[in-house]
């Protein structure tokens, strides 16, 4: 099996070769032996499976899944999180019993669904959501050594509803990626009709994984496209991969509510704001027949280095799902992947801009950036909320450019301030957020 997944490879590195583009990020080549993971047997808890998320251990030298078994081929609830793993990527073992499910009498009594999982240190960290009826969602945690036998955090739920009625219905789980200093979620909300309304994107950072603050400045940071677009309803589950100074986003997207699965790409230089949709979207389409001509949606890809292909591979295992009665499974696409250099989209300064502190909020340090089109003297200096200067951060004449400097406020106590920039004629001001 190992051997034709390497000549499959293959036979993708000379199409590749013969076809190579500036937009190679979004060309998804679906496996021919797909599905890779079926449903289970008549009767089982995994009877439909859907949610899926990947890692790759490097101890162990094997993929690892968890995914959301449930007990109808057309994903109903309630549901189950199993565990599967494989040498290859293509031929997987089941775990026979989900490893979490519902908890009788808890927030999670009634389903337990889209695992994110992160692997640091051989301690297995696990963001899901549950619900104690449908489509009610909040978002858990649970922690594990062996990605099997997993301990929720008793004060669960970490994450729940929004005072704003775009993420007032429920919130779902999309990716997390530690970072120095904490963590930085990316999640989706509902409106106070839960599901049924528009879903749209959040972001919120922590220090443990445990207590998120939201960014309630930018929030909702990506929003669904105008009407009769293809994800004019639902933007959800976002899976954030950051390549090279950009943040990649693959989403899933819907013109109704559980109907026209596909999955979209957006990308944002720091993760919160101006995610551009790619023009080339959806990026990952249903098939004109078979498995997954009913719908597909975004798993979380992997970037793997790969020689045997021109540049690095991306690895995504999808669910897919027929028409109707929706057989849910999971298949394997990949991507040769072709970044965006960062530092050829902005080496070039054409206008004054001052961008949003990152992170923000931010304990205790946060990066400010800004571009400069003509050089000349320039200040940046950070304010108090009743406008004292209290750190001057630049002060000094600089050619055209990019800059970026770092903000340090182990001093200063938790609150709002202000940063300002002053290049020649032009000058911005800013609000930041720290919280300690």
Same mark, same amino acid.
């Given at each position: ?22 937009? /190679? ?75 979490? %499910? ?18 640091? $240190? ?28 997993? %301990? ?10 929004? %005072? ?8 779902? *789980? ?38 998120? &603050?939201?960014?309630?400045?930018? $929030?909702?940071?990506?929003?669904? #496209?105008?009407? #009769? ?32 699965? &596909?999955? #979209?790409? /957006? ?20 098939? &004109? ?23 690095? *591979? ?14 849910? &499974? ?7 992947? *072709? ?17 949003? $502190? ?51 406020? %182990? /001093? ?25």
């Amino acid at each position: 099996m190992k051997n034709l997944f390497f000549k499959w490879l293959l036979l993708i590195a000379f199409l590749v070769i013969s076809s190579v583009n500036l937009l /190679a990020q979004v060309n998804w080549t679906k496996y021919p032996g797909n599905p890779v993971i079926t449903s289970g047997p008549s009767g089982s808890w995994y009877r439909g499976l859907f949610g899926s998320y990947v890692l790759y251990n490097t101890d162990s030298l094997r993929y690892e899944m968890w995914f959301v078994g449930s007990p109808t081929v057309g994903g109903d609830r309630p549901c189950n999180l199993g565990f599967a793993t494989s040498s290859d990527g293509l031929s997987w073992y089941i775990h026979p019993n989900p490893f979490l %499910t519902p908890s009788a009498g808890e927030w999670d009594s009634y389903s337990v669904e889209m695992p994110i999982v992160i692997r640091e $240190n051989g301690l297995y960290k696990m963001w899901y959501y549950g619900m104690a009826s449908w489509p009610w969602m909040r978002i858990g945690y649970a922690t594990s050594t062996d990605g099997i036998n997993w %301990t929720k955090y008793a004060g669960n739920p970490v994450l729940g509803v929004g %005072t704003l009625s775009w993420e007032a219905g429920g919130v779902g *789980t999309g990716s997390v990626i530690p970072y120095e200093g904490g963590y930085k979620m990316w999640y989706y909300g509902g409106t106070l009709n839960g599901l049924y309304g528009p879903l749209k994107m959040g972001y919120a950072t922590s220090i443990d994984g445990i207590s998120w &603050q939201k960014d309630t400045l930018h $929030n909702p940071i990506l929003v669904p #496209g105008s009407p #009769g677009s293809w994800d004019s309803h639902w933007v959800c589950d976002p899976r954030v991969l950051l390549i090279d100074g950009m943040y990649y986003m693959w989403y899933t997207g819907t013109t109704g509510v559980m109907t026209n699965f &596909q999955v #979209g790409l /957006a990308t944002s230089f720091d993760g919160i704001t101006d995610w551009i949709k790619h023009p080339a979207n959806p990026v990952l389409r249903p098939s &004109q027949s078979g498995w997954d001509s009913g719908g597909i949606e975004v798993g979380n890809p992997i970037w793997i280095g790969d020689t045997l292909l021109i540049g690095d *591979t991306l690895y995504l295992w999808y669910p897919g799902s027929t028409p109707i009665p929706y057989i849910y &499974q999971v298949g394997l696409s990949t991507s040769n992947f *072709t970044p965006v250099l960062v530092e050829e989209e902005i080496t070039q300064p054409t206008e004054y801009i001052l961008s949003q $502190n990152y992170p923000n909020p931010f304990n205790p340090n946060t990066k400010i950036s800004w571009q400069s089109p003509v050089g000349s003297w320039q200040t940046l200096k950070v304010y108090d909320m009743l406008g004292r200067e209290i750190a001057t951060l630049v002060d000094e004449y600089r050619p055209a450019g990019n800059y970026e400097v770092e903000f340090d406020a %182990t /001093a200063f106590s938790s609150g709002v301030y202000f940063y300002k920039i002053q290049a020649g004629e032009f000058i911005s001001v800013r609000k930041m957020v720290l919280q300690k």
